[in-house]
């Protein structure tokens, strides 16, 4: 009889803006390069928004659960766990809504789901193996998330600021900081805690070996 095939290992890796929470999966990432192991960004299920006029798609607030396509992406990951390739969507940043383009993404052994919602539903939650969140100060937050968006995105210092103040802080504290309480592991400081990084290694090290 022809042994079952073991179904992938989903790691839920979330927290907030500017946590270290991609720093974080590139790590598991980059340490598995060897094996069977992809990234899943929850930013490329943002909504579908071409129904809506320019003007009203530049007033989305990408900081509130809603603006995500949660179904979508919980039927991609349900594909990925029965070894079937998807069609990952891309979201166009300049036209704030999705791409026609997509991404073939083939199953692998090991799914990293990383984003600041990924453990706000229930259903998604469910179908992780291992929960993580990255738990780093508001001020280093905001700090990071300025550099980032100045250096990265054009942006100005005033625009950073207002977006933080009015929908990244309070979004933060009411959907993203809440979710801490179903994770597995919290790690302090992101990236830069090795300790927590090898340790989560070691455990789906262990998971794949068994």
Do not use: C
């Not at 598995?32 to 989305?60: G, P």
């Not at 995500?68 to 069609?87: G, K, P, R």
């Not at 990924?118 to 700090?143: F, G, H, N, P, S």
Request: no cysteine; hydrophobic share 35%; aromatic share 6%.
């Amino acid at each position: 009889m022809e042994k079952e095939r073991k179904k992938p290992i989903i790691i839920g890796v979330t927290g907030g803006s500017g946590s270290g929470k991609t720093t974080v999966s590139r790590k598991i990432l980059d340490h598995f390069a060897n094996h069977s192991v992809m990234m899943l960004e929850q930013d490329a299920y943002y909504k579908d928004q071409s129904h809506l006029t320019f003007e009203e798609r530049v007033k989305t607030n990408y900081d509130h659960p809603l603006a995500f396509d949660t179904d979508l992406l919980i039927e991609h990951v349900n594909q990925l766990l029965n070894w079937e390739t998807i069609e990952k969507p891309v979201y166009d940043y300049v036209e704030h809504t999705r791409s026609s383009k997509t991404i073939v993404q083939e199953p692998k052994e090991v799914v990293i789901l990383e984003g600041i919602m990924v453990l706000e539903d229930a259903r998604l939650r469910d179908l992780m193996d291992i929960k993580i969140y990255v738990d780093t100060d508001d001020d280093i937050r905001i700090i990071r998330r300025i550099k980032r968006d100045m250096e990265e995105r054009g942006r100005t210092l005033d625009s950073v600021i207002e977006q933080y103040i009015d929908n990244v802080k309070p979004m933060y504290h009411q959907f993203i900081e809440p979710t801490k309480r179903y994770a597995d592991v919290i790690i302090p400081e992101g990236g830069s805690n090795q300790v927590a990084i090898d340790l989560l290694i070691t455990k789906i090290d262990s998971i794949l070996n068994r």
